[in-house]
């Protein structure tokens, strides 16, 4: 996957004419550019291909119309996959945005959330490992129908949580929400080993600072979820900003210092109740 940064924007219209001479010529290269993301606004493409190597794909773009990527990583479909869906694509080659009007361009962003038990390790010491099973599989059940009702995506199980991908900031945080109220209901109904999870969100876009697919974004996801409270959800200023006019109420934290980081990061901790 490369990134493309066009100074000023850029028209769907110009991206379309590129991606075409880049099906014009990339046989002869071995290469193969499946589909591409735009946002036009920001002027940035994310190109997915499959090619030989970096160089290959590179004389592609050189030859086809001399755009050349900013920076080109590799990348496993499936993962891909994960990340960012199925991708339903115009004839043009342009990913379409799930949801949306007939012809809304994907612009590639997308908000990663992070789940945590809290003490997930010393509940294993103290209950054993067949009650610790049971309390996962609740934050399993519970997180998993909250991502299928809000159209999330499970990336991956951490082992005491879950990373999920979506398109909507406002449907993670939502998700997010609707978990620890989930959870809140259960230890309420049954309250001998209540499940409680720190939650938290990220939004960024394919190709970052990394070399990894959204690698700033799970870092970043992931640093936030660590720096909650227990049942509380953080989120970037990114998140917050995603989501003015949905409806959801924010409390500024400031700037927060997270490990990995040379700058504090701006945050907010979504307002939730059971």
Known sequence: MDIHEIPGGITADEVAKAHAHDAAVEGKYGVHYHKYWVNERAGKIFCLCEAPNAEAAMHVHREAHGQIAEKIIQVEPDVADLFLGGSEVNSAGAVLLPGGAADARDPGIRTVLFTDIVESTSLTQTLGDDVAMELLQIHDSVVRDALKGLNGREVKHTGDGIMASFVSAAAAVRC???????LAQRAGEQSNHPVRVRIGGAAG???EHGNDIFGSTVQLAARLCSHAEP???????VVADLCI?????????GEVSLKGFDRPVHAHSVEWSA
């Open 205 to 207: 876009e394919p190709v």
């Open 245 to 253: 006019g949905k409806g959801l109420m924010f409390r500024p934290l």
């Open 176 to 182: 997010a929400a609707q978990i620890q109220r989930g």
């Open 231 to 237: 049942e509380q959800i953080v989120v970037s200023s």
